[in-house]
C-alpha cells in the first residue's frame, strides 16, 4: 500500500532512466525501480480506503518495500520537482 502523494520511481525501459512520479500517476505496464537489478512491471492498481499510515523516514530519503524502491517523501506539487520561489530542486535517484 501507498498513498497517492507518496513518490514511486519509474523505469523508462528504453533509456534506463529512472524518474520519480507520484503513485498516484503510475500506470498499468510501467516499470519501478526495485532493490534488484530487474525492474517490476505494474500489472494491476487497486485503490483502497484504510485508517491510520506508517510514515518512516530514512537517512537516504528511500525505503523498499516488498522489493519496489519508494521515496519516504510526497509530492505536493505533482512533480518530481519542488518549486520554492524561484529555486527548484528535483528528486533523483
Known sequence: ???K???LFVVDIGSGEIHAV????VKVGNWLHTD???PAQVEDIISVFDEGAYAPFTKS???VVNGVVSSNYVSLQGTDTLTVGNVKTSLNM
Open 22 to 25: 507520484p503513485a498516484s500517476d
Open 36 to 38: 534488484s537489478t530487474i
Open 1 to 3: 500500500k501507498i498513498s
Open 5 to 7: 502523494s507518496h513518490m
Open 61 to 63: 530519503g528511500t525505503i
